[in-house]
């Protein structure tokens, strides 16, 4: 079991920035594959960005409506993984979720709701 915890989020004018925060509980979160989801009101939840830690360092892969905006990161020795995210939109507007995934086991966390207004 991975309990998940996600913070960071708020209301923000467009083109803002938020830094969203995930701690994760568990002794192998290395080995996690980390990512984060967005739902927003009435839409299925989408995959925004995902980071795995490889031999050769971290590989990180990203939905396209938010390459070179959002960046996300982890830090294996305090468990915790993070999305920087730049030049947001209306269209941001939703809950994000951390999610943790171990040979096809994921763990959710309970959301943290961003939302990008004027």
């Known amino acids: 079991q991975v309990q998940l915890v996600e913070s960071g989020g708020g209301l923000v004018q467009p083109g803002g920035s938020l830094r969203l925060s995930c701690v994760g509980s568990?002794?192998?979160?290395?080995?996690?594959?980390m990512s984060w989801y967005r739902q927003a009101a009435g839409k299925q939840r989408e995959l925004v960005a995902r980071i795995t830690s490889g031999v050769s360092g971290d590989i990180t892969n990203y939905a396209d409506s938010v390459k070179g905006r959002f960046t996300i990161s982890r830090d294996n020795a305090k468990n915790m993984v993070y999305l920087e995210m730049h030049s947001l939109k209306p269209e941001d507007t939703a809950k994000y979720y951390c999610n943790a995934n171990f040979r096809g086991e994921g763990f959710w966390g309970q959301g943290t709701q961003v939302t990008v207004s004027s």
């Open positions: 568990g002794s192998i979160f290395r080995l996690y594959a």
